[in-house]
């Protein structure tokens, strides 16, 4: 008897542990959403390749990974770009600025307030903080600038409203709760204040919006597998072969 109750529990409990893995497993139908595994995965942030050319787009990104026996397991844009795909503020890769800050003020929705920057540490530690209280790091390997910020210390940017029509496919990366970053594009046209609310449902401490219609996401583990687009930084999530 004791020992058929023991097999019951145990069948229950592997019911549970299957449909809870399962559940997390389900695409989500609204979103791209890659939580970075930071003790397994690695992050870099990409401009130029070995000629000192950009990049530009996914597919490109994915080959060159390739070369250094490596798997691209997630990619996305990392930050607006001006013309030529020069990033547009500051970018700093393998402890090198290569382009500087931008504290200027301006139109557009790199230029709303508070504007942050989203930066790795070589210790493995990520952040995201307003573009007015980032100090410059020796310790930095990777920064990028953008805005607006759409979680500050776990609240939604109160400048978003509710009801605002300006709806674009948009994509950003945010900071969950254990530390790890979480990124993030709509599957659908949507606006600031609900993109905001997503990552504020994830946990989110803080949340920064990297760009909007020309966005792109790369995610072959969802069948996500959009490689084209034309950027100025990416950024990769890959593991080694």
């Known amino acids: ?25 389900e695409i989500n139908p609204d979103f791209v959403v890659y939580p970075v ?57 393998n402890f090198k600025t290569l382009h500087p800050i931008d504290t200027l003020s301006g139109e557009g929705n790199f230029y709303l307030q508070p504007n942050g920057i989203f930066y790795r540490t070589k210790s493995n ?27 500050i210390n776990g609240k939604i940017n109160p400048i978003f409203q509710e009801n605002s029509g300006n709806l674009h496919i948009r994509n950003g990366v945010g900071i969950l709760k254990n ?4 990124f993030v594009m709509s599957k659908k046209k949507i606006n600031f204040y609900h993109f905001a609310s997503f990552f504020k449902s994830l946990g989110c401490t803080h949340a920064l919006y990297l760009d909007g219609f020309v966005s792109r996401a790369y995610f072959p583990e969802e069948n996500w597998t959009q490689v084209d687009g034309d950027f100025g930084v990416m950024i990769g999530v890959t593991t080694e072969k």
């Open 1 to 25: 008897m004791k020992l058929n109750i023991i097999f019951r529990i145990a069948y229950i409990l592997v019911f549970i542990v299957f449909f809870s893995c399962k559940k997390d497993r």
């Open 37 to 93: 595994d930071t003790k397994n995965e690695k992050i870099e942030f990409f401009w130029k390749d070995h000629r000192n050319q950009p990049f530009r787009n996914i597919e490109n990104l994915k080959k060159y990974v390739n070369t250094k026996n490596q798997n691209l397991k997630f990619a996305m844009n990392g930050g607006m770009f001006i013309e030529n795909n020069i990033p547009k503020g500051l970018y700093i890769e």
């Open 125 to 151: 530690v990520s952040a995201i903080i307003a573009t007015e209280n980032f100090k410059t790091d020796a310790d930095i390997q990777f920064a990028t600038q953008s805005g607006p910020m759409l979680i």
């Open 179 to 182: 530390g790890d970053p979480v």
